[in-house]
């Protein structure tokens, strides 16, 4: 049943995020107000208090992929749209940022921008950044995707598709939806294959980047490349 004083519940919420912002709400306060518009006539605090404690996070529960959002009582397909609109606005504002800038200056950016896509991705995904002379971003592609601890790279398929884009540089991301973003000899393996069969063709390998939950390491910064 309807809680009688949602409406002056959901009132006084929106006066405090006015007067405060997003840092007046707790999570699950911001996570209720998220799902205002799409749920007009529940109590939304028992689904947002019940998303952070299955997903652990606000982060995470934006992220959290469509079937499993599913399992959440109350949770419609408009409310889910509704939180993956936001997850997928995120991600974008971020990527924006980066697109007249040259990446190795805006470095923190670039990390930002791959966590906010991949670090909650309950599967493997391989992307390249493919970056001009003047290290601007020509593309951003998720060359694979697999399963939850696995993900088939073609190094050759790399260069092909940067040699396409005119690239002269590459940035390499995955992510381990295990959490942990120690490489595996596999990886390190596969870095070193894209590196030698790009050298010879003048495209340059600038970094590697492993995106693990709410942590990263970078292959440059470990001195693999």
Same mark, same amino acid.
């Given at each position: ?7 002056? @519940?959901?009132? #006084?919420?929106?006066?405090? $995020? ?36 299955? $997903?652990?996070? $606000? ?20 409310? &889910? ?10 991600? #974008? ?36 950044? $493919? ?21 088939? *790279?073609?190094?050759?398929? *790399? ?11 590459? &940035?390499?991301? @995955? ?19 894209? &590196? ?15 995106? %693990? ?7 440059? %910064?470990?001195?693999?490349?």
């Amino acid at each position: 049943m309807t809680d009688p004083d949602h409406k002056g @519940h959901r009132q #006084r919420l929106r006066e405090r $995020f006015r007067n405060t912002g997003e840092q007046g709400l707790a999570d699950y306060e911001l996570l209720e107000f998220l799902l205002f518009s799409a749920l007009p006539r529940q109590d939304t605090k028992p689904i947002a208090k019940a998303l952070l404690q299955r $997903f652990g996070s $606000f982060s995470a529960a934006l992220a959290a992929p469509r079937e499993r959002l599913k399992e959440i009582k109350g949770l419609s397909d408009i409310s &889910i749209d509704s939180l993956q609109a936001v997850h997928a606005a995120v991600a #974008r504002y971020h990527r924006a940022e980066l697109n007249e800038r040259r990446l190795l200056d805006s470095w923190s950016k670039v990390i930002d921008y791959l966590q906010a896509s991949m670090e909650h991705s309950s599967i493997e995904q391989f992307r390249v950044l $493919f970056l001009d002379k003047k290290n601007g971003l020509l593309a951003d592609e998720v060359q694979q995707t697999g399963t939850v601890d696995h993900t088939p *790279v073609y190094p050759r398929e *790399v260069i092909r598709r940067a040699l396409e884009l005119s690239a002269t540089a590459l &940035i390499l991301v @995955h992510n381990h939806p295990s959490g942990d973003p120690t490489p595996s000899r596999a990886d390190i393996q596969m870095t070193q294959k894209i &590196i030698d069969i790009a050298r010879p063709l003048g495209i340059e390998v600038h970094d590697h980047v492993i995106v %693990g939950l709410r942590t990263n390491v970078s292959f440059r %910064g470990l001195q693999l490349i």
